[in-house]
């Protein structure tokens, strides 16, 4: 792995080499331009660069250092003056020139060799569509060092130009638009690509291959060009992205007040990644194929609205993170929360329809399991290794953090944050930017308090529980305590203080009114200013928007949850309150079992997603015997419900309602052991796999899945078989699913030897070790399957969007839940688990849930038991 220095005459690797840096390049010699010329042939495994950087030394040098992953350098000069090469270590190389440097500008120039990966998806890699070979890039966060010697790290902005060669029957692509294709011998041409704004070198990207282009329209103040590029062939996969980017890129604008920052937007297919589902190049936006593309007969309603998400959450960063972007890592949440909060306000605004803030929630919560840990990471962690920047990637920094953004706009009211933004992206045009000059440009739109508040949120772990009071004396009022939330179980310290921002709803003689206090003290008192008597209903989380855990005083709490006075998204708040609570020990199991039975009626889908998972995280607490129970209480609960669903479409329901049988159907069929509906699925598969066709295709997944749940040995082999035959990756990525959810220990073992003993892309297949993990029937095997073949797992392992497979491993023990399981976990990954970037990290957070599942197993499955019993 290590840069090698194979290089002629000039390479003088002497015995006093000097130490290379160990993360971060010295800010005293600084890149000014690029102009990078790559040779690019598909289907072959090296490609060779040559590269201008022109620097500007603030001091006297004779060694520069630079970013090169495995890279071979033939030839380097500095002001066209040969230079040795240092060889440094895996990140960087060192070039040493034979006198000292004067300050000033000077320009290196490197001819060099790179590996094209078949296997991962970081660098310069391959993608197949069928046998034919493309070209495609991944450099976020620090992988363009693959591709270029160059300094790589986001606070070196500068305009980048781009040369290709390639075969004259492929096209090339890069972030800007070419300005001149000439022939060269030998069958190829040279494409040069006209110089990028200044850019950092992680937002680099080109792609090569035989590839159709479809015209997606214009968007924007500008009339931006916007095209859908697929594998040849695929362009009538297209459909969906053709209709819909130009009409988000024209969203975006809008809520931004700045045009599109760039000259165009590619959006493109690549086959398969690993480590990201889409990465927000400039002007060539990257996607996951299934993500992008489906044939439009076979595409169902979620893949529509993933790729809407996603695709908003990309354009956005061409604004947050492409015209303005962070330093250092540190601040990766000012690129990823705000995208994924842009995306989420653009999505709710456009298709208020599809009742998208629920689903928002949904990531809210989620990453409040993440930030329940000791071992969380902060919104704004310290960078001090590569692998503090692999880990930046996670639900903190992207679901925390673009919760609290939007808890402060609650609190700042969206129009004045909205200038606020403008005012920073304006400020900060094609410039770097850090955490306070965001912060200070919201606070300048009159909110003083905001830096110091929000920064409670990005500098320290975990999140508050909040207790709620009325006190109705003669002035209504609320009283407040504040702590941290911690699970049962949990060696965390309680005694932390957040500045939240309490914003609640409640209501007067007068109607609603909403009222927002500063908590910034472990316990506070605040007169409810319109309210002139006590108020009947108050919802202490107005709209869902504030990233705390309520508990009610129980008189509120019984009202709010027999009247209809709170709204969708506080009701579904109210139930995640409720199951926290108990997680944290605060109140009773049957408390929450009820209020989810009740929950289960919610109009709202997504209100009834949150029940069916508070339900059936119970069931890996439950005594064998009690089965039989808790799938009555399914039936009883969720039901009628399914049945009136069933496996098929009807004509003319609404979008939601095909969400609605997809989630509720497969979970009546295999948790309520329902065989009528469980001998209907079967069936489906059975024709399905056969014909592909007599499943609505929102519910092949479902139904694929519900069929293994319940299949045998033959419907295994069948899967598998069909599975080979099978070129459409939205086809494959169905059955691929379902093969994880068979029952059978040992056709569960045969599903995840996949991984090893067969043809597929293990960037396709490893989603074969996590399919187990959620059945109390398997959820062993995966680590058992790790254990017994780790030597030959690791010889699959792909790395890619700045992940190591490797470090993700640990995942597999998660199902743990005793002293023994947890020793064996320690024993097999303590030092496993390290080897990898950002290994370390998620073994903590497994060995810690672990212990938490311990804890809640002992505090729990009694009031579990006792329970079911009766149902
Ligand atoms: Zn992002």
Not at 368 to 376: Q, T
Not at 662 to 669: D, K, R
Request: charged content about 25%; some cysteine; proline content about 5%.
């Amino acid at each position: 792995m290590r840069s090698a220095c194979l290089v002629f005459a000039l390479c003088a690797c002497t015995a006093f080499a000097a130490e290379a840096p160990k993360l971060r390049l010295p800010d005293d010699i600084r890149p000014t331009r690029y102009a990078a010329d790559l040779t690019l042939i598909p289907g072959e495994k090296a490609f060779s660069g040559a590269i201008d950087i022109d620097v500007e030394l603030v001091k006297p040098a004779s060694l520069i250092w630079l970013n090169a992953t495995e890279l071979t350098i033939h030839q380097a000069t500095i002001a066209s003056q040969p230079v040795a090469i240092e060889p440094g270590n895996d990140d960087f190389i060192g070039l040493r020139a034979s006198k000292a440097l004067a300050p000033g500008p000077a320009r290196i120039h490197i001819v060099y060799q790179g590996k094209i990966s078949e296997k991962s998806s970081a660098g310069i890699f391959q993608g197949l569509d069928g046998k034919e070979p493309y070209l495609f890039t991944q450099f976020e966060s620090i992988d363009a060092r693959r591709a270029f010697p160059c300094f790589d790290q986001p606070d070196f902005k500068t305009p980048w130009q781009i040369t290709l060669h390639v075969r004259k029957e492929h096209s090339a692509i890069a972030n800007t638009a070419p300005v001149s294709e000439t022939d060269e011998p030998n069958g190829m041409k040279k494409v040069v690509f006209g110089p990028t704004r200044p850019l950092s070198s992680y937002l680099i990207a080109v792609a090569v291959g035989p590839f159709d282009f479809v015209d997606a329209g214009k968007a924007g103040k500008n009339r931006i060009p916007v095209r859908i590029v697929t594998p040849k062939g695929k362009a009538s996969q297209a459909k969906y992205a053709a209709e819909v980017t130009a009409t988000l890129i024209d969203r975006l604008e809008n809520y931004f007040g700045i045009p599109f920052p760039f000259e165009k937007c590619d959006n493109v297919a690549i086959p398969l990644t690993f480590g990201f589902g889409a990465m927000e190049n400039v002007g060539l936006v990257t996607y996951a194929q299934n993500l992008i593309l489906s044939d439009p007969a076979i595409d169902t309603e979620q893949r529509q609205r993933t790729y809407a998400s996603v695709a908003a959450h990309e354009l956005a960063h061409q604004w947050f993170g492409d015209l303005v972007t962070l330093a250092w890592w540190d601040d990766t949440w000012l690129n990823e929360a705000f995208a994924t909060w842009t995306s989420a306000k653009i999505i709710a605004e456009w298709k208020p329809e599809w009742h998208s803030r629920l689903g928002d929630l949904n990531g809210k919560f989620g990453a409040m399991g993440e930030d329940s840990l000791v071992a969380a990471r902060k919104i704004r962690q310290p960078i001090e290794s590569k692998d503090d920047i692999s880990n930046a990637f996670d639900g903190i920094t992207y679901q925390k953090g673009a919760s609290v953004i939007r808890m402060f706009e609650s609190w700042v009211g969206e129009k004045r944050f909205q200038a606020g933004v403008t005012a920073y992206l304006k400020r900060y045009s094609y410039k770097n930017a850090r955490v306070n000059d965001f912060l200070d440009a919201i606070a300048a739109t009159g909110q003083p308090q905001l830096t110091r508040a929000f920064s409670t949120y990005l500098e320290q772990p975990g999140f508050p529980l909040i207790t709620v009071n009325l006190n109705c004396g003669a002035a209504p009022a609320l009283s407040l305590t504040q702590k941290r939330y911690l699970p049962v179980g949990s060696a965390g310290n309680a005694r932390q203080v957040w500045q939240t921002p309490v914003c609640v709803r409640y209501q007067t003689a007068n109607g609603d009114r909403k009222e927002c206090f500063l908590l910034d003290k472990p316990a506070a008192e605040f007169r409810l200013t319109h309210a002139t008597s006590c108020p009947a209903n108050l919802s202490a989380n107005a709209d869902a928007a504030g990233n705390y855990i309520t508990r009610y005083d129980s008189a509120l709490l019984a009202k709010l949850l027999e009247g209809n006075y709170l709204n969708a998204a506080e009701r579904m708040t109210t139930l995640n309150d409720l199951t926290s609570l108990l997680n944290a020990g605060e109140i009773q199991q049957g408390e929450v079992l009820t209020a989810a039975a009740a929950f289960a009626k919610d109009p709202e889908r997504q209100i009834v997603g949150l029940a069916q998972g508070a339900v059936g995280e119970t069931r890996r607490f439950l005594p064998a015997g009690l089965l039989p129970n808790y799938a009555r209480f399914v039936q009883k609960t969720f039901g009628t419900r399914a049945h009136q669903l069933g496996w098929s479409a009807k004509s003319a329901e609404n979008s939601d309602t095909a969400l609605e049988r997809a989630a509720i159907v497969p979970f009546v069929a295999t948790r309520g052991e329902d065989a009528t509906l469980g001998d209907e699925a079967r069936r489906l598969a059975a024709e399905w796999l056969k014909t592909r066709k007599g499943v609505d295709a929102n519910m092949v997944n479902p139904v694929l899945t519900a069929a293994a749940y319940f299949g045998d040995r033959a419907l295994f082999d069948t899967m598998t078989a069909e599975l080979k035959k099978t070129t459409d990756r939205q086809q494959r990525s169905r059955i691929l699913g379902a093969l994880g959810a068979f029952r059978d220990p040992a056709i569960a073992r045969a599903g995840m030897d996949l991984v090893i003993h067969s043809e597929i892309d293990a960037r396709e297949s490893l989603s074969l070790l996590v399919g187990p993990l959620g059945q109390r029937e398997t959820e062993k095997l995966p680590f058992e399957f790790v254990k017994a073949n780790y030597d030959e797992l690791l010889k699959h392992l792909p790395v890619g969007g700045g992940f190591e497979a490797g470090s993700m491993l640990p995942y597999v023990g998660g199902s743990s839940c005793d002293e023994a399981s947890r020793q064996e976990f320690v024993g097999f990954f303590e030092e496993r688990a390290r080897k990898f970037t950002g290994g370390q990290h998620t073994y903590d957070q497994v060995l810690e849930s672990i212990r938490l599942c311990e804890a809640q197993k002992s505090a729990r499955a009694a009031d579990i038991a006792a329970f079911f019993a009766k149902q």
